[in-house]
């Protein structure tokens, strides 16, 4: 799918709307911020919305496929829930037509404090977008220059990317091309030689660009057209044959991906994607690969039904979920909305039935935005305006929203989804997610009560400690002793008292991603990857790139100061270096009275005077301020 544009395949495409098609307007990681930090790049990333807002982020490893199903490193069964979002680069230049940007919008769509717990955000990039062609086109092939698609990167989907691993939400990057462009001609081919250029050319760039990024994945391409497999559903040698082409025509770009990273592979399938089952025929060679599956009301095929129908003999969408993992990029519903997207609850309550048929199948609604259709929240301007503000090129912009962020209204009530799909994410905010047994509230619990002993027991200590000096008397000459030895205890206590979140020492292991409250640890995109432990302390190299996280999840309003041990290559670091914490996200800086020397010191954040919501935190550095250095953590601890 893509936005409001009508198909132009005989009807075959769930389109989004009956009206106009002009409803609206589209380096290395290293560089990022290096050549846009002048532009306010950076002030995208920590701007309105941000600061305060309380991520709903969970621990974001790499996944990969074990049969059917995702797991984590640990072996955790992994079950992604999330959204889409328009194309970020249309979100940006309509921002003010659609009342956010681009980080605004991954920002509002994971803020706890406001009922958001995507797990996964289906991020859709363009050619169309990419080349700047009139919205609603099939662009030609190619749609773009290398030039033009680092330009794309670097202004729109690495701060997207990036802000994406600080709410601590899995990134899906969508190669969003359908409409208008066959991929093969006819059931015999030949496949189209110029747009496999265009992909592989599009996957060649991005795929080394985010491979080091465990919360990234990659899906292939959104819609493949014709040759359909829907044309004889019951010949399955029509099907096999038309698969047969889609895998000489796509498994090259599987091959590029591959040889860059190891990311987990979303592969669509033809028929705009609602034919999954030709995976039964022949899997696509290569590891971790998983299967999309889109489907909106209006299709009424027997393929694209077979979700109301999963008795098939192990054929059809049910067979693909039975054997691999099943990845719904792609559903929704609006009431009136015309004759592909346009549907009632109806749809949407049986559909949910579907999706929650197995932990195999994972989803992302579309679509979280006010204009793409069908939509999930109201346009933040009147009706009535002049509908050009969509155009991303010529457009104007409406009065109300001439300051960002404006208040997206969820759709609600009958024929509405945008309020279903909030109740199911926060319904599931806790099933399926990385590091389970460690992470969700209800084995969270042992944690949280066995940590309260190490204070509860520690006053035994000061107990005691009145009883020496009241036998000391007895021995008049070692009295001034006593009080010389007394302040090593005071000094010790906090030591004791302190809730170690990582000390380094190798146990557990930094590989095993786990701190020392038994949670969730990890790193990604620096110079070392993802650090490296050496002689007690974490060392994480940083060249305008890297994201540093230690999970807490607990409830630690008893401690009030945190505590960095830590040196750096060239002193003062702090103020290259993003703290975020509990909802707060500046520089580090800005919250410590401390600086980073290049020996071993303390860095203490007061968290109360910070503004920390301390009820269950994370604790969150990223590394793509401008600097370049190395940093030396030998513990973390509270206070």
Not at 417 to 438: A, H, V
Request: hydrophobic content about 30%.
């Amino acid at each position: 799918m893509t936005n409001n544009e009508q198909p132009s395949n005989g009807g075959r495409e769930a389109s989004q709307s009956n009206g106009p098609s002009a409803d609206e307007g589209g380096p290395s990681r290293r560089t990022f911020l290096k050549g846009t930090a002048a532009a306010g790049a950076v002030a995208l990333g920590v701007g309105a919305g941000a600061v305060g807002s309380a991520s709903a982020g969970i621990p974001t490893p790499q996944l990969h496929r074990d049969g059917n199903l995702i797991k984590d490193p640990d072996g955790n069964v992994v079950t992604l829930r999330g959204v889409n979002i328009a194309d970020p680069k249309r979100i940006n230049v309509t921002s003010q037509a659609r009342g956010k940007d681009a980080v605004q919008v991954i920002d509002s769509l994971t803020d706890a404090s406001n009922g958001w717990y995507p797990r996964t955000i289906r991020v859709p990039v363009q050619p169309v977008d990419i080349g700047e062609y009139e919205p609603g086109s099939g662009p030609p092939v190619p749609a773009f220059t290398e030039s033009q698609l680092e330009s794309y990167l670097t202004n729109h989907l690495d701060e997207v990317v990036q802000r994406c691993a600080e709410r601590g939400v899995y990134c899906i990057v969508d190669y969003h091309r359908h409409r208008d462009v066959q991929w093969a001609e006819g059931q015999d081919g030949p496949v189209n030689a110029e747009l496999q250029d265009e992909v592989d050319m599009f996957w060649d760039i991005v795929a080394p660009r985010y491979s080091d990024d465990s919360h990234v994945l990659y899906e292939v391409y959104n819609e493949p057209t014709e040759p359909g497999m829907w044309e004889d559903p019951t010949d399955t040698q029509w099907v096999a044959d038309v698969w047969q082409l889609w895998l000489e025509m796509a498994q090259p770009w599987v091959d590029t991906i591959r040889s860059h990273a190891d990311n987990l592979i979303l592969m669509g399938s033809p028929s705009w994607t609602q034919s999954p089952e030709g995976a039964l025929v022949e899997e696509f060679d290569g590891e971790d690969i998983a299967y999309t599956y889109h489907i909106y009301p209006g299709h009424n095929s027997s393929r694209a039904q077979d979700w109301e129908d999963a008795s098939r003999n192990g054929e059809g969408v049910a067979g693909v979920y039975e054997q691999a993992p099943l990845f719904v990029t792609e559903f929704g519903w609006e009431e009136n909305a015309g004759q592909y997207i346009g549907g009632t609850d109806e749809f949407g309550d049986a559909f949910h039935d579907f999706l929650e048929k197995s932990p195999a199948i994972h989803w992302t609604a579309w679509c979280a935005d006010p204009v793409w259709r069908p939509v999930m929240f109201s346009r933040p301007f009147a009706d009535n305006a002049d509908d050009s503000v969509g155009d991303p090129y010529n457009g104007t912009v409406p009065e109300a929203c001439s300051d960002l962020p404006c208040e997206w209204s969820l759709t609600t009530g009958s024929g509405a989804m945008g309020d279903d799909i909030k109740s199911w994410l926060e319904q599931y905010r806790n099933d399926g997610i990385p590091g389970e047994g460690t992470v969700t509230p209800p084995t969270d619990t042992p944690t949280p009560t066995d940590e309260p002993n190490t204070p509860t027991d520690e006053p035994d200590t000061p107990t005691d400690e009145p009883e020496t000096p009241t036998d000391e008397p007895d021995t008049p000459t070692d009295e001034p002793e006593t009080p010389t030895d007394e302040p090593d205890t005071p000094t010790d206590t906090p030591a004791a008292d302190a809730l170690v979140v990582n000390n380094y020492d190798g146990d557990p292991g930094w590989a095993s991603h786990r701190n020392d409250l038994g949670q969730w640890c990890g790193a990604g995109s620096f110079e070392n990857g993802a650090g490296e432990v050496s002689d007690g302390a974490l060392v994480l190299k940083y060249d305008n790139g890297g994201w540093f996280q230690e999970q807490v999840n607990q409830d630690v309003s008893g401690y009030s100061t945190l505590v960095f041990e830590v040196s750096g290559a060239n002193g003062g670091e702090e103020s290259e270096v993003l703290f975020d914490m509990g909802g707060v996200r500046t520089m580090l800086s800005n919250v410590t009275d401390d600086s980073i020397g290049t020996s071993t010191g303390t860095v203490r954040v007061d968290l109360e005077s910070a503004g920390v919501d301390r009820s269950s935190p994370s604790v969150r550095l990223n590394f793509w301020q401008g600097g370049a250095s190395t940093l030396e953590l030998s513990e973390i601890r509270l206070e």
